[in-house]
């Protein structure tokens, strides 16, 4: 993480309410946060691997942390991660991302997004469906970008709506499989400023058949179902 990447996301945490109280409060939110984000991006994943990564970090990196005392054990990490505001913590993460990406990320810089659906292990509970989150994630960082839960009434699709109204498409590629594939979901995209890259099933027949007859005539420009010269 460079310098100026690190700075800024330290002083990003002050938008984020701390849930703890004063009593015993031995560590400063933005210490808490900012090793958990920094071991996130180096790979580590769970309370006990964040741990065992910070303690092995030198002293004067704890110290630009903000920590003044050595690091708590993964207890503190899960105590405090259990009781944030989620949606208050991720709107801070996705503009925090925003602002790395413009440092980082030139004109030429093709910038691809993928959205994608995934249901959370661990979270299905008697009669209630588990907890599904719909995900947009940068190609070059593979940070998330932002996501939102798929409600149990509504689809990937309808979610995807709502989650794009959300971010910033202008100069974005939106990659997404066949579900995606949608009217209102790309013009959505494009009335935005971004592009779109959907592959087209079975799920749409009558748009998958127009384009096999498409590509399948000989004025065609370029079709990859040809198998001899034109």
Known sequence: MSSACGESLL???????????????????????TAVVSALLCGNRGYQAIVE????????VWHWMGYTRRPPKEDCFRDLLSRLDPE???AVLRGWISEVLELEVTDEDLAAVSIDGKTLCGTLRKHQRAVHLLAAVDHQT?????????????????AALELLKEMVLEGQVVVGDAMFCQRDLCEEIVDSGGDYLFP???????????????????????SPLRTTPA
């Open 11 to 33: 002083a990003s945490w002050s938008q984020v309410s701390d849930p703890r109280g004063c009593k015993g409060r031995r560590h400063t939110l933005a210490a808490m946060l």
């Open 88 to 90: 208050s913590l991720e």
């Open 142 to 158: 593979g940070c998330v970008l932002s996501q939102c839960r798929v409600d149990a009434k509504t689809n990937e699709h309808k």
């Open 200 to 222: 087209v099933k079975e799920n749409q027949p009558g748009l998958l058949r127009e384009i096999k007859q498409e590509l399948a005539t000989d004025s065609v420009a370029f």
């Open 53 to 60: 990564w910070l303690h092995d970090l030198p002293v004067d």
